[in-house]
């Protein structure tokens, strides 16, 4: 059984809570991490946030908007929903980039890190030997991303769904670093840890040359 009363931020969306007989009681021996993943009605807090795909009719299913402890709040104040701003920015800039990730955490604006897709990449600049460093510093890739971005964003709405700052990444997510899940999905909190450096590189001032800005 699904539960919407607790709000997954302060700006919309909904944890996703369950309990029934196939659902696990607790954690052995563990009744601090039970109480912590448990509400007082006995639902257990799967961390999923997610928002009814129509509001008006419930019966139509729900869709998925990432995990609560991956959004953040912008220095406004606002709520980002950083599951939707991803997959929002994968699929206007795709075939280029394969994922992203978003920062932005008490920033004036978002950034992504951005993970290229090879194949795509090559084919864009003609280049079909050159690895990720050449790509990412490519004048035709960089500019073909930022009139992607530039469109979305004009669509896209306040702050908070805007990506401003886009900084390519050299490598792909590595899986023995825990940047990928066991689901084989990118690890966000993981990646922004491990790369705070390349996040810290978006908000620096002078601008870094390799920070791609979003106007």
């Known amino acids: 059984m699904g539960r919407d009363r607790d709000r997954a931020d302060g700006d919309g969306g ?9 659902v696990t009681p607790g954690y052995w021996r563990n009744p601090e991490a039970t109480a912590a993943s448990f509400d007082e009605e006995g639902y257990y807090k799967s961390g999923d946030a997610a928002e009814l795909l129509d509001p008006a009719d419930p019966s139509r299913g729900i869709l998925f908007a990432g995990r609560i402890n991956e959004n953040f709040k912008l220095s406004s104040g606002t709520w980002v929903n950083v599951g939707a701003v991803r997959l929002a920015t994968v699929e206007a800039t795709s075939p280029l980039l394969d994922d992203v990730v978003v920062a932005g955490a008490d920033q004036d604006v978002l950034g992504v890190l951005g993970f290229l897709n090879l194949a795509a990449a090559r084919e864009l600049t003609g280049l079909p030997d050159a690895e990720r460093t050449e790509l990412a510093a490519h004048p035709v890739l960089r500019e073909r991303l930022r009139a992607l971005l530039v469109a979305r964003n004009a669509r896209a709405g306040g702050s908070s769904q805007r990506v401003e700052r886009v900084l390519l990444l050299p490598d792909a997510p590595s899986g023995s670093e825990g940047e990928i899940t066991d689901k084989g999905s990118v ?3 993981r990646v922004l840890q491990r790369r705070a450096t390349d ?17």
């Not at 909904?14 to 196939?22: A, I, N």
């Not at 996040?199 to 106007?215: E, F, G, T």
């Open 14 to 22: 909904w944890e996703l809570r369950v309990r029934g007989p196939s």
């Open 187 to 189: 690890n966000q909190r």
């Open 199 to 215: 996040v810290a590189r978006l908000y620096a001032q002078p601008l870094d040359p390799q920070v791609l800005v979003i106007a």
